[in-house]
């Protein structure tokens, strides 16, 4: 919300330096995001050179042709010299002038100076040079005024404009006198009273207004105005429209915007003569109907849709935007004005099915005051008395009844013991009727426009509290019962992450969301916000692979790259979601499988590897383990020899011997044997070692293949696998007799198996 | 023999040697088996003099080793001045990694509050409607509720947009009091910008006990600030609104690049905004069947990615999610 301060002070003393009172508002109200210098700069004097001139004399400069030269009476001893290149004026116009030395809005510092051969002592400005509107299609012409009067005396010269972050449960603040109301309860100073005066009516002419849907639409204010002059709203309005972050368009719209601006509650104004029936009424749309909008977008209307009616037809979307036909325009002279009120919940509907989200749905959606309309059209009414000479002939007020004020049990003790700080009482219900609040005995009564927020004891409490907040001491919990330790799983997944990092893995994050397409079963998201967020991932070793092609090309050495993080699998009713690890390694089968070996060691796991398959890896070199593939990339997965591996953190975890228990592998020493045995080139060293461990019993404490030989003399189809053997016990030293048996007993079960055959 | 002699002449031959092999040849003609004192030896008779014979060959040797090892050590110092190496020249090259930034933040938002005695939490993030906003006190006309803000994937279910309703089945499925901090992804429907990014990390804390307080809240909030980003931040709290706390409040921390005086990096106000934080809404406490005179708390939520871009001066969020080792290796 964009605040002019001059216009706060309509409504409420601001004397505070600006910094402070931002500070303070963003404490207890809502975030001051800027504080920022509107128009003429009033620093150093500047303001002082800007003056009301009257033009003496206004004729052709003798040496242009498009420029003028003015005799300018500035209340001094003698008139000044000033080239001006508008022509909107003669001789007797009252201007504004800026005088030598004046900084404009723009920078631009002003000196005399000579204009094709003519002094210039001076500028006479138009609304543009003064940020008082984008109007430079002439010179700004004033009503009569004494000649060297500061101009900052009649125009809103010098503005500053606070922005306000006003959070979704304060609809009340949307308005400058709401926030007028916030300031004069947290500085304690008297708030004037809600700007707008109806004029005395000059007719009571009749006015139909039917609302067929009191629970959409609680209220309607209708008021009838004849003889309207529509033309551009006198300069005090525009400014402050602008300063507001409005466009002007016309004084009865404008009328219509300054009435939201200042109290909240969003007008609406109809071209009377162009709503057929003479009348109103407020319903929901009826199938198939369809509404131009302001903006020119023709809109197919849902029965949900509230509608402003004619006698015949929708002129208006209710509460979000009016419609083309009926809108005001230069020839409009009849003036039906509307100050209703709308529920929030079918606005918000409406505004999201069309995606069509304006000043005035914003504030509906939050819940306007009802008792609000009232004012409002007082004000607008006010205004196009003043403004647009329009005559007030006629007013319907339609409404269901009006909700009471919200009455709330409230305990002061109890809000101390929410906040943690003690505020006496009367403090308490001080502050709060500076916000509008009454005591009732051992209850308050809200006010109506915070009707909606506060309803309970704790919203009660929470206007306490902010206006308190900088004085709530820091404390910690006093815990009674309550320890912080990382769960196993946590803790694994530590030590995995450290893990992968000592092997010369760098860590990455990339989007849990994928392009549609290549993976099956997959959640997606009906309306994703680009083609690449579109799919859940099943899998993260595609993001990766990704990483890992940017890498490349960027001229990245020795990639290596892990992720740790949900996949999304079909589920239920909800997506079955794993933690994972993924890694991609530059090398091959061997350096990718060792990994995998260093990172279930790290966890105190023992890995078991059996042949994998999946396309996006080498056929030949992709094993399985219980939680996941570990193999060489497919070349045509990524280029170049790469090693990739995808385990589920669940299962891995689930294998780790953490704590581990002590073995005694000190007191008896380690009898080592190596044994080579030939079997056919299809028996997979896994197995040989898995039947090993089998046949050997407790006493084997090392099973570990360290060759692999092929030879002539072994014959095609025929390998030699040498298996280094550790022999244990932890009550007595083995001798060789006793590692006698167990050799045998692998041997045997080699054979048997595999047709093993005994080298050494 | 004139052991004497011997001796006299033995020890200045083995003072005089230069090298380990001067040594060596003095111990031959010394104590060689062709010189003279052993010759002596193996003639003596009498116990005396083999005693003083045994004596002096012994003292001979030990001098003889003494000067050995003198002179050996100075020409292995010699011999290893000349293998000296350029120690400005790299080393092997090992393997380095690195773990990512957010990784690295949300140890410390880890660390911090098992110190303070919470319990940590990961959880789904894909969530019902129910959990992610009815439970939570999203009114009817919530933005966040709309598809313009986040990502449904059909009436029911959307990806959770904080962390908040892994509290919400922990308050279902056990007992206060309870003290948890929720960490993990989540969604908001947000344009890749260098501030925004669709998916992020938060961590959300819950407390829930008997009498807990405003003032606990802030208290806790800044020795969290204070342990992210030093112990001189100050910390400012500014009263907010979410639907699942009352009150609701945000904490802001000092500027780190200006100190508070106004910058760029804290938009001219001297402060960083941090997230949010409040008071557990009593129909939080209804909807998980709590009464809420009894049981008071309170929830607030920061994201990680900021808190890493403040630490670490990042200024584009885009540079955490893509996987360039020449950004990953700085960490």
Redesign the interface.
Known sequence: MLVPVSWLRDYVAVEMPLAELGERLSVATGVVAAIEARGVSDELGNLDLFRVGKVLEAAKHPNADRLQLCKVDLGEAEARQIVCGAWNFGAGATVAVALPGAVLPNGLELDERTVRGETSNGMILSEEEVQLSSDHAGIMVLPELAPGTPLADVLPLADHVLDIEVTGNRPDLLSIYGVAREIAALYELELAPPPGIDPPPDADEPLSIAIDDLAGCPRYVGRLFRDVTVCASPVWLRARLLAAGMRPISNVVDITNYAMLALGNPLHAFDWATLRGGRIVVRRAEAGETLRTLDGVDRKLAPTDLMIADGERSVALAAIMGGEETEIGEATTDVLLEAANFEPFGIFRTSERLRLRTEGSNRWEKGVDPHLAGQAAKLATQLLVEVAGARWVGEADVHAELPERPSIPYRPERGDAAIGLSTPPAEQYGLLARLGFDRDGERVLAPTWRARDVTREIDVVEEVARFRLEDVPFTLPTRRAMFGTLSRAQQLRRRLEDALVGLGFSETYTPSLRPAGTDSGQWSLPEPISVELTVLRTLLLPSLVEAARRNVDAGAERIALFEIARVYLAGDALPDEHVRVAGIVEGGFGRVRGIVEAVYRALKAEPSFERGEDERFHPGKTARTPAGLVGELHPATLEGTWGAFELDLAPLFAVSQEPVTFEDVVSFPLVRQDIAVAVAEEVEAGALVAAVREAAGPELREARVFDVYRGEQLGSGTKSVAIRLAFQSPERTLSDDDVAPIRERIVGALAERFGAEIRS | MDAQAVESQALSAIEAAATVDEVEEARVRFLGRKAELPQALRAVRDRETGMTLNALRRRIAESADAREEELGRAELDRRLREERVDVTLPGD????????P??QVR?MV?DA????????R?D?????VAYNFDKLAFE????AR???DT????ET?V?RTETSASQIHQLEEREP?V?MVSIG?VYR????TATRY??FHQFEGL?V?R??????L???L??VMRALYGPKRAV??????FPFT?????PDVSCGVCGGEGCRTC?Y?GWI?MGGAG?V??RVFENVGLD?EAW?GFAFGCGLERTAQLRHDIPDIRA???????V??QF
């Open positions: 090259e090992l393997p380095v990694g690195h773990l990512h957010i990784t140890r880890e509050f098992l110190g303070l005695g919470y319990e940590i990961d789904r993030e894909v969530e019902t009817p006309t919530h933005a709309s598809p313009r990502f449904f994937l059909d279910r990806l009091p003290y992804r429907r947000d344009a890749i669709p998916i407390a006990d009498g807990i307080t405003l003032a606990d802030k208290g806790t800044r020795h400012r709290f500014r009263t907010h609104y009352e009150p609701s409040i945000e938009k106000s905004e008071m809404d009593p809420p008071s955490l999610w893509e996987g360039d080792l020449r990953l290796r």
